[in-house]
């Protein structure tokens, strides 16, 4: 019976804790049925939370419901017909619903339901005459008692709150840190004592000296990328505050402390190729390949590009990085495109894997609706 949803491990559930669940508990089982509206006020915000609630709440849900539906205001066909469906659908949920090979009644008196109970429900779903409105106000009542035996108590008794220190989780960064550090020069700096940490966090400090920093460098990778594919949304805005918020992949044309405390210097924005159009340097262009590669291969790439785009067209930016912006997304489509068609430039961003990530025509309608004054520079 999945009354109970008994697990061995942890299960997530629609409630913050078991103080919350007991209030509940306690405003249905008392002795005052006034009560009632307020935890069934509070089981339809569960509800909300979590449309697939356990059976035993969800049963409570149904008969409260039924329970106290408006006498005043419905007819006395209406409350019969209403009572009827609720204790059908309670009993088919609750009283049989995990054994699939056994027949309603074997199942519903193994499980303690009475057998004018399991009588009732099939003069509703069979017979001519619906039972009395009375009978049937005296069956949801019997089932919610029934319940309590079922459900709660058993819950109350085997529940528990698990309690999770927050962390703040800096892998993701760190990660990045170290991928750029070390894709970007030639070795590890053993004075560097930031980087240095970031590494440890990633591989034990035994046997780490006897790594070269080619070989932390591929450890480091299989880690970005199953950080990114554990949590592919919140990987994508760090990702981009990273990169572009932050402009390490915007640089210009003056000399910028990336991180703190590496030094690179790149003018691009002035450079020119031969046919008289801007373009990001082949230099710079190889120092980020690997990392793109790794946003395409774990598909956030179309993400990152939205991204890119957004930052194109938001007046809040200078000209300057706008620019960069929209050149960066250039040369992620001529890359996707050469890959595509199989062809190789040494000038242009290489990706590896091959994916259909990128093939999202409302990207093309953005771009249209969104003129801006570099539009023109990845619009074809």
């Known amino acids: 019976m999945s009354l109970s949803q008994k697990h061995s491990g942890k299960v997530l559930v629609p409630w913050f804790n078991i103080t919350e669940w007991k209030a509940v508990y306690n405003l249905i089982y008392t002795e005052y049925t006034q009560d009632w509206p307020k935890a069934l006020e509070v089981l339809k915000i569960w509800k909300l939370r979590t449309p697939l609630l356990s059976a035993g709440v969800e049963g409570t849900l149904i008969l409260l ?90 819950q109350d008794e085997c529940m528990s709150d698990l309690i999770v220190d927050q962390v703040d989780d800096t892998s993701l960064e760190d990660a990045v ?59 994508a805005d760090k990702i981009f505050t990273l990169l572009v918020d932050n402009y390490f992949i915007l640089l210009t044309d003056f000399e910028v402390d990336m991180f703190g405390d590496f030094l690179i210097n790149v003018s691009f924005v002035t450079l020119l190729n031969i046919s008289g159009k801007k373009k990001i340097p082949r230099s710079f262009i190889s120092k980020w390949n690997n990392l793109l590669n ?18 194109v067209c938001d007046i809040r930016h200078d000209l300057l990085h706008q620019e960069v912006a929209s050149l960066w997304i250039q040369e992620i489509f001529r890359g996707l495109i050469n890959q595509k068609n199989n062809i190789e430039n040494k000038e242009a961003l290489h990706f590896t894997g091959r994916n259909s990530c990128m093939k999202d025509k409302n990207f093309v309608t953005e771009v249209l609706e969104k003129l801006t004054p570099f539009t023109l520079t990845f619009i074809q």
């Open 294 to 311: 790794i946003l395409h291969e774990t598909e956030i790439m179309p993400y990152f590009t939205y991204k890119l785009f957004d930052f």
């Open 65 to 154: 419901e039924a329970l106290l539906v408006d006498t005043h205001r419905r007819s006395s066909y209406e409350i019969t017909h209403i009572f009827s469906t609720s204790l059908v659908r309670f009993l088919n949920l609750c009283a049989a619903n995990s054994d699939k090979q056994g027949t309603f009644y074997k199942t519903a008196l193994k499980n303690g339901l009475p057998k004018w109970l399991i009588s009732i429900r099939h003069d509703i779903a069979h017979s001519h005459n619906v039972p009395s409105r009375s009978m049937l106000e005296l069956s949801l009542k019997f089932c919610l008692d029934w319940l309590k035996e079922k459900y709660w108590e058993m």
């Open 177 to 235: 840190h170290i991928y750029i550090h070390l894709s970007q020069s030639e070795g590890v700096l053993e004075d560097n004592r930031e980087l240095m940490e970031r590494i440890n966090k990633f591989i034990s400090s035994q046997g780490r000296s006897q790594l070269s920093a080619k070989k932390i460098l591929e450890q480091v990778t299989i880690a970005l990328k199953d950080i990114i594919k554990s949590n592919t949304q919140e990987a």
